[in-house]
């Protein structure tokens, strides 16, 4: 019997990417991401964020719908706002950068979820700068009007990779998916924004 390389007592069921060996169930769901520095690609990590993710949307849809779709919106914004603002910045960005940025901030968060340590997103070049924008804004507003919590943000980064795929695939230039975000959501809005938020809730 091949014995886990962790726990030295348990079956080794599982090839584990980050030791490099077989492992045990137990140890796998134990270790993932706090011990063990899990690739994105592992199957048992995948699997696993796919189904605790889905479990805590249920959650967080159970309480007042329309005040679940509403804070949906505010952070779907505060994420745009950021590509807007950053596409803004650099008009050669790419819809293929914008969602590597968007896909990289909702694996970053379901880490964080998983674990309760934060995680860097995980991706280069100007996809990470723009990562750390979004992440940047959706930081800001959780500052100041209290969300987005995490299950959110992840749930709303994943359905604008969709949305951006989609656009991004109705035009040939690669730019489609930024092009509309620039004339939903205007640059360097988010403050206004946070601000008539934060002032009618005073009056
Ligand atoms: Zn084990």
């Given at each position: 019997?091949?014995?886990?390389v962790l726990c ?8 584990c990417?980050a030791v490099?060996?077989?492992i045990?169930?137990t140890c796998c769901g134990t270790h993932r991401l706090k011990k063990l520095n899990c ?76 674990s309760?340590i ?86």
């Amino acid at each position: 019997m091949v014995v886990c390389v962790l726990c030295r007592q348990r079956k080794g069921k599982r090839f584990c990417p980050a030791v490099y060996n077989l492992i045990c169930p137990t140890c796998c769901g134990t270790h993932r991401l706090k011990k063990l520095n899990c690739p994105s690609s592992c199957p048992y990590l995948r699997q696993a964020k796919a189904l605790e993710m889905a479990q805590r949307e249920a959650e967080w849809a159970q309480k007042s719908s329309e005040r679940a779709e509403i804070e949906q919106r505010l952070t779907a914004f505060a994420l745009e706002e950021a590509i807007s603002t950053f596409a803004a910045e650099h008009p050669d960005l790419t819809d293929a950068e914008a969602i590597s940025a968007l896909q990289a901030v909702q694996d970053a968060v379901e880490r964080e979820v998983m674990s309760g340590i934060p995680h860097e997103p995980n991706v280069d070049g100007r996809a990470k700068e723009l990562a750390l924008r979004i992440l940047k804004n959706a930081q800001t507003m959780r500052q100041r009007i209290g969300i987005p919590h995490n299950v959110l943000l992840a749930r709303v980064a994943r359905l604008l990779t969709q949305r951006a795929m989609l656009l991004s695939q109705r035009t040939r230039d690669g730019q489609g998916y930024l092009r509309t975000v620039r004339i939903d959501v205007p640059p360097n809005s988010l403050e206004q924004l946070l601000e008539r938020l934060t002032s009618s809730a005073r009056s």
